[in-house]
């Protein structure tokens, strides 16, 4: 058994936020029409058999690795830590837990320094880094923005069996909750962690783990999400819509959800709120409030619940599922996704289903 | 057998536009909620049993009364002519088609002066009247305004079994088909039809009818449509929103239908396009083709085509209705709303109903 | 003396719109980097010496033609009327007044058959015209759309010095006055009037004249506007900003005043409202109404009341300008633009002078 | 002398973010109709002499306190920090640095509790504190939205002769420059500190200190910034339009100043970017960049740079003012506002001033 988090005498590393994702996919070609063409994510280093891409106000130098790969997956989530001791602090803690544990002093991935990856208890393969090239913040450049200016790597959203052990673990990390969703059977549906100010960095959704739920964009006004669902509409590409646009219950987000062609899911996302105080309060959304994932009770997918991309270990082999065995958030009947009240006969209609 | 109105020496009286909708309401104080507290049109007049509401552009009387009745429907259409002698021009005109037809010197309503009623040859019971009283435009009063304000009676959608036959008699009235929905067999599922320079006045809906589909107002921008939502979500009152926010491929405005407290479908919408050049070519969309109905390729929820309100005579009394006879749009499967292809598989599958 | 338009027992065309503007540029390079590039104007058509531009939602041929020419000035304002008889009628009406008319038959320029232009009793060059071929309206393609998306040529505005006088012509011509400014002493310093069922398809704004003050593009939505000062300040063409953004007391709509590198004033421009009803009531501003030209009360920059383009003759020769003898807008001192009430002090204040 | 901060021993508090401003204004019912009736603040509490407001996602006491005083002024600026410790370490901390101070266990106002106020090395009261009564976040709140939903107090702006100097201070108190404006001597003009994760929590403009230039509301999207004046026109209340709304240049956020019946300038604020990386990368823009202040180079009012809120000391009494030595921003003439090239002669010209 391994040892617990909450009382290694090692302290863990002092975390700034989530900053890239390392994404294989099947191929290449296929996910930079997506990410490049479509998102229109900037370009900042690309190889035969990879993809460097930030975001217009980024200015480390990526947000997400495009890497041509035999299946699809997510290699590594990467956190940026505040300085570079943090690197050997991220790689005793893990260490001491138990964790496999890989240092990289000249970095794993193009434009970033000496790292450290580890299969954390949860299954997941992170890294953490502090050094990292500086490329132009295109904050300012008006003039590349396309339909849909993608503005910040803003979160990461993970599918875990145990949702409030993996909450317990990243406490244990620094990260504060700011929302979940519960039961008052003290179940936890899933659970939102942030290090940096915003609702989170970090997501966990509960399901059968460890897989990558989704990773998320934020842009800046609503009309830039609608934008964008237009532009598909225009392309004849809008199966890669796979829920929304809507606005979230649950961080108070307007949120878009797409399919990447490897199926890696991709939210777009806005105005979420400041969460820095320290005695910030949490909110702890009931699972049957409808509102909680669509606060207009738009139905939420079933695929949107069950799909998530596999996640890879430290040598790239996928990680075997672990079953959740608590209650499943889309099993939960009574005012769940897709249920309304129908206003003229007053009863509960499944909105969707009844053709 | 009627006459046809194609072959009538009678002229058609000169329609500017749908100005208002005759609404009978089971319960005037939750309509009143409905569309004052919640909807913010401005109440020009309220008697015991009766509500006369407009939208902010609007300077003549009302755009909506609402009746207190014994069952809820639509009283009637009405629509603005040009001059008075339009009134009698539309007297002459039904009659020589063989309606029923009703002159009111002093209006049928308030702030309405001589007006006639028609059953017409659909079933819909049509008002066409030219004085009215002119009330405050309060465009300029920001003031006033609410999280969406509502602009302006953009046109109403009326359920009609025969789509063709009745776009045949609304041209003869003097409408321009700016859209419509058919398919490889010539059968036409939906039309949209025009008096004003916007993609329409009036819309037909294939199915069994007749009955009343909406009535929409146009507000002025997306934001204004999705304010709407949220605050509906801040009420607990989301049941009301039945399908939307969402693109229209037809007319491509921007869009959301909610359901009143008697069923009654409102329809906010915004952004459709000018029309009103004599050769304004005509967008005739394959029923096949899933951005019709949605751009976004979002699925129609089946009860936005099964569901409608009934329409009553000159008597007050609700309409039989006639059956479709030709397909219904929503039971045509290949292509049609709720069906996209699925990424990951390249099947098609269908969205919201695979739980 | 020519004889009055309203006297005339000729019939005027029934126009339709302001079609398009007939433009002429000393460097046909730059005004295409400031049409096509910057305002994303699409290119129906190129020839050596003229560039044809429409907008996103247009099906005729163009809305603007460039042309190459010794200097800069407004060859024609072309109107589309509603039959190919109504350009005879327009010939007539104009022969009939006396004014040089001038018809051909093939067109004055591709894209357009038949058609008459005319020195109007104004000064101006207009022309009227039917036959025109049809292009692809763009209207869902909103993989074409740049920053700030331009959806239609809204209207024309022209400087002349006795704006009543000209309000008189256009009257007779058809036109309806939606709104004007005036004084207590009955003098018009500007109007406002429309065929199609928005506030205008043509202004007149009181000064030195015959001159055009700018043509105008409608977009969507405020951002839209906004995106396209962005992504001036983007790359560095500020100085192409005269005026702007704001909101117009008059038309309501939100505003911006570019300078072309030919100083041709061009407005984007977005929510009018509807004028289709017989009897819309007139809006009248008094001059002194602070918020008729800014509803905010930001002030008017000079230049904006004192420059504006030439207008050539039949032959291309610029005409000569009649001096307003009226009191002119600009000079208007109490409450006109500019000025502000100071809050610390309830004196008026000039903004933008005391530095 | 007073010893400087950066070599006293004394660790400064650990500071989150500006949290509140304790405003004296002479009329209290007439600074609530604006901030309340206009603005739409949220009253927390309100006695005969003070009112205590809140922005909509604030859950702290308050954002703002206006007190009824003999004259107007900026009483303190309060900022939140992360422990009850944090407080000693502020006393501490000041008091070593010879500044006056004083210690409220109970706090200074309603809401707050133990806290300290100090009269910083820059002539600005300050007060710190951690403990606050929490009250309803109203993030969710749809309902009680009003034209422009202020969600949280973004920053506050001071005015202080030395920039370079007060800079210093505060980066000992641990702020992070983000931006400032400075020339090719070494003149800083002004510049942008924060503590939480934006632009700012503190601004400096370099005048004649210590004076308070203004505090800023952030709100959503630029529309709710357009809604905000499209209100003031309607309701005749333009002079309290200062500035704007614009882009601003430094810190990429969409704004508007207004003035308060005491004078008080008030921003309205949205859009500015994350900064909470350590090595965040600073902007410095050079004075004579017309886009820093207005990035569609409109120009600022004089005003805006000359006038601003007293503030007062310990006792309530107003401060004296230090005059700025050096160059102030709105001398600097090549490139300064209001200054832009004419495009049609290429010079530059003084847009505002040559009626």
Chains 1, 2, 3, 4 share one sequence.
Request: glycine share 8%.
């Amino acid at each position: 058994m391994s040892p617990s988090p909450h009382t290694l005498s090692v302290p863990p590393p002092d975390i700034v936020r989530s900053a890239y994702v390392d994404l294989v996919v099947a191929d290449l070609a296929r996910a930079r029409a997506f990410y490049v063409d479509l998102l229109g994510l900037i370009v900042t280093k690309e190889t035969e058999d990879a993809i460097y891409l930030r975001t217009f106000e980024e200015f480390i130098h990526h947000n997400v690795v495009l890497r041509q790969g035999p299946q699809p997956g997510a290699a590594a989530f990467g956190y940026r830590v505040r300085t570079p001791e943090d690197v050997d602090r991220a790689e005793a803690f893990f260490a001491a837990l138990g964790c496999r544990v890989k240092r990289a002093r000249d970095g794993f991935v193009d434009g970033i320094g000496d790292a450290v990856r580890v299969e954390d208890p949860l299954g997941f393969t992170d890294e953490f880094f502090y050094q990292t090239d500086h490329v132009d913040r295109l904050t300012w450049r008006y003039d590349l923005h396309c339909a849909t200016p993608l503005a910040r790597l803003d979160h990461i959203n993970l599918v875990t069996p145990r949702v409030q052990e993996g909450c317990d673990f990243l406490a244990a990390l620094g990260f504060r909750i700011t929302e979940d969703i519960r039961d008052g059977d003290g179940v936890t549906y899933a659970a939102w962690l942030g290090r940096k100010q915003t609702v989170h960095d970090t997501a966990l959704t509960g399901g059968d783990g460890p897989r990558m739920h989704h990773l998320a964009f934020s842009t800046y006004e609503s009309h830039h999400v609608l934008a964008l669902c237009d532009r598909l509409g225009a392309l004849s590409q809008t199966s890669a819509i796979e829920r929304g646009p809507g606005r979230h219950g649950v961080s108070n987000a307007f949120y878009l959800y797409l399919r990447d062609p490897d199926g890696h899911r991709v939210e777009i996302y806005t105005h979420d709120y400041y969460t820095g105080d320290p005695d910030n309060p949490r909110i702890t959304w009931d699972v049957t409030d409808e509102r909680r994932r669509d606060w207009w009770a738009n139905p939420v997918v079933p695929r949107w619940y069950s799909e998530a991309s596999s996640v890879l270990d430290l040598d790239g082999i996928p990680r075997p599922l672990d079953i959740r065995e608590e209650p499943r958030e889309e099993r939960v009947v009574v005012g769940a996704d897709g249920f309304t009240v129908d206003t003229a006969t007053d009863q509960e209609t499944k909105i969707g289903s009844q053709l």
